[in-house]
């Protein structure tokens, strides 16, 4: 089981880089060098050429459906528009209805859609599985919480991985691509929440708002988490333009060089960058209880 953990965990914190140019390969690379040679390639495409080449039919690419939004080109709009009435799977469309938010369309069918995922995971009771630190441990062990849960609620385990781990975070992390301000009380219902990391994607989705008073619930969030998991929130606080959120960052990540490393790559990207820090970072360690 360990290993099917690590499986869900990269898929939750979305695709690295270098696994971003292994799927846009047809066929295997030969050495990293291709692989960075496709993700450049890739980057350096414009919104039309990605619709073109990655909306043909589904399923459709979550990286590709990310640089969409990223981007901002609403010439994309109709190849989108395709993409959500064709797309069987919930999370990308839900990552689909969220790109057309971000681009401005104004049909209500796609914020409602996104909303109403972003709610039901966020009034999910369902804890993470497992403690997250900084290193690994040789061994793996589930929290006591989320044991409890599935038991209680007559779960299959590997079902309740898929949710905790990777259908729940997703779909807030959707509403938080959006960027919409509809979303702000779902966000801040979402900074409550047992697993950390519907709080991640809800912490950065209120960054990507870029409205200074979902600070202070940020605040709130961290004082109820551990260590590596206050870290791992606080970031988010680096992307508002606030003293106060500054100066909180750093207190709250409490490692110098890491506060440093981590305001100098948020300056570089700015706020827009927030929901993309989100999705690039490594994925995170865990350890047993």
Not at 81 to 90: L, Q
Not at 102 to 127: E, I, K, N
Not at 252 to 263: G, K, S, V
Request: glycine share 4%.
């Amino acid at each position: 089981m360990r290993s099917d953990i690590y499986v869900i965990l990269t898929e939750l914190v979305a695709l690295p880089l270098l696994a971003i140019a292994q799927e846009l390969s047809s066929k295997a690379a030969e050495s990293p060098t291709d692989h960075q040679d496709e993700l450049k390639a890739f980057l350096q495409e414009a919104p039309s050429e990605i619709a073109l080449k990655y909306f043909e039919h589904p399923p459709y690419r979550l990286f590709a459906i990310r640089r969409l939004i990223e981007l901002g080109d609403p010439v994309v709009t109709p190849a989108l528009r395709r993409a959500f009435a064709e797309e069987t799977e919930v999370t990308r469309r839900r990552f689909i209805a969220a790109a057309l938010i971000s681009l401005g369309d104004a049909d209500p069918q796609y914020f409602d859609y996104v909303a109403q995922g972003a709610r039901d995971a966020v009034d999910s009771h369902l804890p993470f599985p497992v403690l997250l630190s900084d290193r690994l441990t040789s061994t793996l062990s589930y929290r006591r919480e989320f044991l409890q849960f599935v038991q209680e609620h007559g779960l299959e385990l590997s079902v309740a991985l898929q949710k905790s781990t990777f259908e729940l975070p997703a779909a807030v992390e959707a509403l938080g691509e959006a960027a919409d301000r509809r979303s702000f009380p779902i966000l801040v219902h979402g900074l409550e929440s047992p697993n950390v990391m519907i709080v991640r994607a809800a912490a950065f989705g209120l960054a990507r708002l870029h409205d200074n008073s979902g600070i202070q619930h940020i605040i709130a969030a961290c004082t109820r988490l551990s260590l590596n998991e206050r870290q791992m929130i606080a970031k988010a606080l680096l992307y508002f333009d606030s003293p106060s959120a500054q100066r909180t960052a750093r207190a709250t990540i409490a490692d110098t060089q890491l506060f440093e490393r981590w305001q100098a790559q948020v300056k570089r990207t700015g706020w827009k960058g927030a929901m993309r820090d989100n999705a690039y970072s490594p994925r995170p360690a865990v350890k047993s209880r």
